[in-house]
């Protein structure tokens, strides 16, 4: 079993539609978590941090789920520049330090 | 402002031919990362550093080393690139602790002919 678990999709939907992720982790010492956007051929960019409370920013919405060891990610009313692909992120502290352990991403191609 | 800056951007080199690519940081973050992203594959952690501690993942293979002179430096050195090394190398910095984020350099993308 893979540490960190995405649906690589794609995902296409409509602009304006919910779309929702989600991410299991397999290491039940992980700590935080984390989503990130990249772009084709770019690096990642931190899109939140989900917090245990679940989190949300603007379109954005964060859950996590540790009993179950998932994280959701939810966007409500797509827009074109969401296009990209979404990586889940787990950090657990380890003796050398943080390790951060990504998934390998979910595409969302958001259409007209 | 650039805070982590990798070069070059993009690095062509011979198969077999020795390799360095830099990155440095303007944050001052005590941890430092390299990892290999292949396309549609997830960044892959090679090693990273704790300070001046070495952290090398054990399927890191002894082709790929590093170098941390500094703080604000560290280097990955491809001994013998192979064809299969040919990806998007990402350098990472993080300040430490539980929530802080991790910030990216743009990536060196590695050719090798």
């Known amino acids: 079993r893979k540490e960190v678990e995405q649906d690589p999709g794609p995902f296409n939907v409509p602009e304006g539609a919910t779309v929702a992720f989600n991410c299991t982790y397999s290491n039940s010492a992980s700590q935080s978590f984390f989503w990130y956007r990249q772009d084709c051929r770019k690096e990642p960019k931190l899109l939140m941090s989900v917090y245990s409370s679940g989190n949300e920013d603007g379109r954005f919405t964060a859950q996590l789920n540790r009993a179950s060891q998932y994280i959701s990610l939810l966007i409500r009313d797509s827009k074109l520049s969401d296009s990209a692909t979404y990586l889940c992120?787990?950090?657990?502290?380890?003796?050398?330090?943080?390790?951060?352990?990504f998934g390998t991403g979910t595409q969302l191609k958001v259409e007209l | 402002d650039a805070m982590v800056i990798q070069n070059p951007r993009y690095q062509v080199t011979q198969f077999g031919k020795p390799v360095t690519l830099s990155c440095s940081q303007t944050?001052?973050?005590?941890?430092m990362y390299w990892y290999q992203q292949k396309s549609s594959q997830a960044p892959k952690l090679l090693f990273h550093?704790?300070?001046?501690?070495?952290?090398n993942e054990a399927d890191t293979p002894d082709n790929f080393q590093s170098r941390r002179p500094n703080t604000s430096f560290c280097f990955l050195d491809i001994r013998s690139p192979g064809l299969g090394d040919a990806a998007m190398y990402l350098c990472?910095?993080?300040?430490?602790?539980?929530?802080?984020?991790?910030?990216f350099g743009p990536g060196t993308r590695l050719t090798v002919l």
């Open positions: 944050l001052n973050h005590n941890v």
């Open positions: 992120v787990v950090n657990a502290l380890t003796g050398g330090g943080n390790k951060l352990t």
């Open positions: 990472a910095t993080l300040a430490g602790g539980r929530y802080n984020e991790q910030f």
């Open positions: 550093y704790y300070d001046k501690d070495f952290n």
